[in-house]
């Protein structure tokens, strides 16, 4: 039992949730006391280090970012090769085995990113100081060092503890503005975040040729004040530079995943297994029920489903296609053996590029670190991995849930304050009872009960995307536009109930002056 304050202040909010997925909220003593004892790198950490820091190098990140895992550098070898530095931060060099902070680190798994602030892995001393590349301040980095043509055919890596000094904090936002006719960055970044652009968005294209999946999933983000009320919920746009980033982070874990299958090296790989054969048929079905393009060949499901999600549909279609194909899609874990990722229609691929926020990143460091220093690989337990590999799925899975319930309460608090007001939205999902609608203007959903609305009683029909009417025969089905008014929200119980508006169906017409839906 937990006494966390009262559910209707929201600067609790995030206590609720972190306490409902059972997350771990605070350090022990000796793991602070670890974090605590180390220092601003001095000459013997940087001693043996490839010294990068006369050279450019920056990161970009989200505008509110803390935590600074990777940065870029890229400079000319020949004239037809680049070497891109990708900078990863070297938290091996402090989280060793057996120590404290490495048995609560891996106890967490994973930090947790709520509306009003990270639950982090490692503590701040580390997460946001040292172990974080910041602008202007010497860091310990692993770097991956890759050389690509101009066509981005990758043609040799190599791995090397480095020392960097950031040049520049930069965002997703200012990137993507120099790269699009904004304000430019300084003569040196503009053109070496020119460049990178450029060969990202070749090896984006070399990857959707071998198959690889498009997918999107809009992020939603809480923005809240010092008190934890809602400032704005909104789903963040999907920028290039993302890309620019994202290509870079997939190459380096894919080269140390090469690395480690040559060695067989305990690694732990991330795993995302092809669809069953029934899923991507239910996934035609629902598909072909809702008027929407087919799958087309099943039998080619990394062909079937890149057709699909290239198709250009507005923007509330785009979303309901992405989101069923990816409930068609199995979850992507950690496991001790390589199974190939779907998704990204590769092998040998695992996660290296964020050690400060992911205890698998973190246990791959280690592996990169002992061949980098020409030590034997260390002895490592298959039966330990496997568990290692579930422990940190599981614990993956509790963060992903703790973080979308954090966006729904903050949503539900923002809609508190708009009871009464007519909203418009898109039915997201269907049961027995009345459908979920998704609101355009604050990505929350809220329930319809159409028998308080109604003298009708309604059945799903046997597809399930669909609520049809026995006497008026009047149709919802999955993705339709609605419109609704906001009749009752409780934020502890977690429920938003919508009323709809413009249609009288126990008279069977239009209610007086109000406007119908579709």
Not at 98 to 127: K, W
Request: charged content about 30%; glycine content about 8%.
């Amino acid at each position: 039992m937990e006494v966390l304050g009262a559910d209707d202040r929201p600067e609790w909010d995030d206590h609720i949730v972190a306490s409902q997925y059972r997350l771990r909220q605070r350090f022990p003593s000796s793991a602070l006391a670890e974090a605590e004892g180390f220092h601003e790198p001095g000459a013997r950490d940087i001693e043996g280090r490839l010294d990068l820091r006369d050279q450019l190098v920056f990161t970009i990140d989200p505008e509110d970012a803390r935590d600074h895992d990777d940065a870029l550098s890229i400079r000319r070898v020949s004239p037809h090769r680049c070497e891109i530095g990708i900078h990863i931060a070297d938290v091996s060099h402090y989280v060793r085995p057996g120590t404290a902070l490495d048995a609560e680190a891996r106890e967490r798994g994973t930090s947790c990113y709520l509306p009003g602030g990270v639950v982090p892995m490692l503590p701040e001393r580390l997460s946001a100081d040292l172990c974080s590349l910041r602008e202007g301040v010497d860091r310990l980095a692993l770097s991956v060092f890759v050389q690509l043509d101009e066509k981005a055919v990758l043609h040799e890596y190599r791995f090397a503890a480095t020392v960097i000094r950031s040049r520049a904090k930069l965002s997703y936002e200012r990137v993507e503005a120099a790269l699009h006719g904004g304000e430019p960055l300084p003569d040196e970044q503009q053109a070496a975040v020119e460049h990178l652009m450029a060969l990202a968005r070749r090896m984006r294209a070399l990857r959707l040729a071998v198959g690889a999946l498009a997918l999107e999933s809009p992020e939603v983000k809480a923005r809240v004040d010092d008190k934890g009320m809602p400032i704005a919920i909104e789903r963040r746009p999907h920028l290039e530079s993302h890309e620019l980033v994202e290509e870079f982070m997939l190459l380096a874990n894919r080269c140390v995943g090469e690395a480690g299958a040559v060695r067989g090296a305990g690694m732990l790989w991330r795993v995302h297994e092809p669809p069953a054969s029934h899923k991507l048929a239910e996934l035609d079905g629902m598909l072909r029920v809702l008027g929407l393009p087919r799958l087309g060949n099943v039998q080619e499901p990394h062909r079937a489903l890149q057709a699909l999600l290239a198709i250009p549909l507005d923007p509330p279609k785009k979303r309901l296609v992405h989101r069923l194909a990816l409930r068609s899609l199995s979850r992507a874990r950690y496991l001790e053996s390589d199974l190939g990722h779907f998704g990204l229609a590769t092998r040998e691929y695992l996660h290296f590029t964020s050690p400060i926020r992911r205890y698998p990143d973190l246990h791959v460091h280690r592996r990169v670190r002992e061949w980098i220093d020409g030590a034997r690989d260390g002895a490592w337990d298959p039966v330990e991995n496997a568990a290692l590999a579930a422990q940190c799925s599981g614990r993956e899975q509790d963060a992903t849930g703790a973080e979308r319930e954090g966006v729904r309460v903050k949503g539900l608090r923002h809609l508190e304050t708009r009871l009464g007001e007519r909203a418009s939205g898109s039915i997201s999902g269907l049961i027995p009872r009345g459908f979920f609608v998704e609101l355009d203007d604050v990505p929350v959903d809220g329930f319809v009960r159409v028998g308080m609305d109604s003298d009708d009683r309604f059945d799903l029909d046997a597809t399930g995307m669909r609520l049809v009417g026995r006497r008026t025969r009047k149709r919802f089905t999955l993705g339709d536009p609605v419109k609704v008014v906001i009749a009752r929200v409780d934020v502890p119980a977690r429920e938003c109930e919508l009323a709809l508006t413009g249609l009288d169906l126990r008279r069977g017409r239009r209610s007086n002056g109000r406007q119908g839906w579709r």
